[in-house]
């Protein structure tokens, strides 16, 4: 089992950036890939990005590219997520999660997640 917690979500002006963070417990996260998903009221879970075990490949949905970039540190079990240029289409809840598959944009492929953390970006 792995247990993910994300953090660093709030209330930012359009522009500003955030990062979001997300911590494992109960099983190093090296082997797996991470990805970054999020649910806006009333939408559908999406992807974000994700990022392979050895942090040398990476994928973005086309509406966060050049604004957002994954990282990871597994020494320290921990993902992250840093967010610029935000927009108010950003609101949303985001989840990280963990797969062993690779690099894969649906969420039916993921098998651990974190609780969610909220972004609310304001106009």
């Known amino acids: 089992q792995v247990q993910l917690v994300e953090s660093g979500g709030g209330l930012v002006q359009t522009g500003g950036s955030l990062r979001l963070s997300c911590a494992a417990s109960g099983r190093t996260i090296s082997p797996y890939t991470m990805g970054w998903f999020r649910q806006a009221p009333g939408k559908e879970r999406e992807f974000v990005a994700t990022?392979?075990?050895?942090?040398?490949?990476?994928d973005y949905a086309d509406s966060v590219k050049g604004r957002f970039t994954i990282s990871r540190d597994n020494a320290k079990n921990t993902g992250y997520l840093q967010m610029n240029r935000l927009k108010p289409e950003d609101t949303a809840v985001y989840y990280c999660?963990?797969?062993?598959?690779?690099?894969?944009?649906?969420?039916?492929?993921?098998?651990?997640w974190g609780q969610g953390t909220q972004v609310t970006v304001s106009s």
């Open positions: 999660a963990v797969n062993k598959r690779g690099i894969e944009v649906l969420s039916s492929d993921y098998i651990y």
């Open positions: 990022i392979a075990w050895s942090g040398t490949r990476t």
